[in-house]
């Protein structure tokens, strides 16, 4: 079983900073893709940022330059820095991750969600 365990939502003021982390845990043979995705009330889900196990990352348009994903495979670990936040950036935000265990198929696996509001 895969387990990850998000951290580090919370109120803030729009123009202020958060810093989410996602730790995996479990048996990992293999972490591969990690990414944060957000839902906010009545929109789906989407891909906020991805980080490949090499470092390299994808965001969406509209956190570009204000948002940065990062990892520490050692430590089976993925931040979001989140910088300038906004309005429009409140949502509950999802840690995902692409996890090869041995004995199936590599898979997504999904933290439970944190909040993250921003007051304007």
């Known amino acids: 079983q895969v387990q990850l365990m998000e951290s580090g939502g919370g109120l803030v003021q729009a123009g202020e900073s958060l810093r989410l982390s996602c730790a995996a845990s479990?048996?990992?043979?293999?972490?591969?893709?990690m990414g944060w995705f957000r839902q906010a009330p009545g929109n789906q889900r989407e891909l906020v940022a991805v980080?490949?196990?090499?470092?390299?990352?994808n965001y969406l348009d509209s956190v570009k330059d204000r948002f940065t994903i990062s990892r520490d495979n050692a430590k089976k670990m993925v931040y979001l820095q989140m910088s300038h936040l906004k309005p429009e950036d409140t949502a509950v935000y999802y840690c995902?991750?692409?996890?090869?265990?041995?004995?199936?198929?590599?898979?997504?696996?999904w933290g439970q969600g944190t909040q993250v509001t921003v007051s304007s």
């Open positions: 980080i490949t196990r090499g470092g390299s990352a």
């Open positions: 995902n991750a692409k996890v090869y265990t041995g004995f199936t198929p590599t898979r997504d696996y």
């Open positions: 479990g048996r990992i043979v293999s972490l591969n893709d």
